[in-house]
């Protein structure tokens, strides 16, 4: 048996899994459901409860569960998956990796710190217009998809606003992508607005942000250099230089 119930918080639902599902349970309850809620949302974030009353699904349902799966693959913001079983536990783990969002496993004693992390901020970006073409983007935390069309509109008014830039890229307190979903948003923010960078500074300590200042560099033909954390006050006069 399925059951979708809406939240208080918009394109958020909770599904709660119980007894044995079927390929009824799912044409009949959670893909109308769901696609609905994309219609409405077009992104949604859904949180599947195992009850410990759940046993198995159907073999139907376990084809139906993969055509919904590929068929909205872009239209989950964020999942996660609270059960007590070790299987599925192992099998939405695995997925993971694939998916275009990010995606958590609780155990049943935990489903309210679920229900937490569901609506609760995973990262920030902040952006402050410095005057005279320069724009600093801190970025903090694990971002995902949400947070770049939240920040997009004040980015195009920026651009908007200067021809041409130059970019204090702040990534101290980054700690990267939540899924594939927000890392290809980050990939279109930087196909969008890559020629019109003229200068670039990425202050931080990870390697893998050494090699996105040189892969920048490449890309837009700037001048980009990569300052480390004690450095941000020196990447700040080099950026306004």
Same mark, same amino acid.
């Given at each position: 048996m399925i059951e979708v119930q809406t939240t208080g918080h918009p394109g958020l639902y909770e599904v709660q899994v119980s007894g044995v599902v079927s390929d009824t349970d799912y044409a009949q309850t959670l893909v109308p459901a769901l696609e609905a809620a994309i219609e409405e949302h077009e992104r949604i974030r859904v949180l599947v409860i195992f009850g410990p009353d759940f046993r198995d699904f159907t073999l139907g349902a376990l084809f139906d569960d993969a055509r919904m799966g590929l068929r909205h693959w872009r239209g989950f913001d964020r999942l996660a998956v609270v059960t007590?079983?070790?299987?599925?536990?192992?099998?939405?783990?695995?997925?993971?990796?694939?998916?275009?969002?990010?995606?958590?496993?609780?155990?049943?004693?935990?489903?309210?710190?679920?229900?937490?992390?569901?609506?609760?901020?995973?990262?920030?970006?902040?952006?402050?217009? @410095?005057?005279?073409?320069?724009? =600093?983007?801190? !970025?903090?935390?694990?971002?995902?998809?949400?947070?770049? %069309? +939240?920040?997009?509109?004040?980015?195009?008014?920026?651009?908007?606003?200067?021809d041409r830039f130059r970019l204090l890229i702040d990534a101290r307190d980054f700690d990267g992508w939540q899924g594939l979903g927000?890392?290809?948003?980050? @990939?279109?923010?930087?196909?969008? =607005?890559?020629? !019109?960078?003229?200068?670039?500074?990425?202050?931080?300590? %990870? +390697?893998?942000?050494r090699l996105g200042e040189r892969a920048l560099r490449t890309l837009s033909g700037a001048d980009t250099r990569f300052f480390t954390a004690d450095e941000f006050e020196t990447a700040k006069v080099w950026i306004k230089g």
């Open positions: 007590d079983k070790p299987w599925i536990r192992r099998a939405v783990t695995g997925l993971s990796v694939l998916m275009p969002c990010p995606v958590r496993v609780f155990p049943l004693e935990q489903a309210e710190d679920a229900r937490r992390w569901m609506s609760e901020s995973l990262g920030a970006i902040h952006q402050v217009d @410095l005057g005279d073409g320069v724009l =600093h983007i801190q !970025l903090r935390g694990q971002l995902d998809s949400a947070i770049y %069309a +939240a920040e997009s509109g004040d980015l195009d008014a920026f651009i908007r606003a200067n927000a890392l290809f948003e980050h @990939l279109k923010v930087v196909r969008d =607005h890559y020629r !019109l960078i003229d200068r670039a500074a990425i202050v931080g300590n %990870a +390697a893998w942000q």
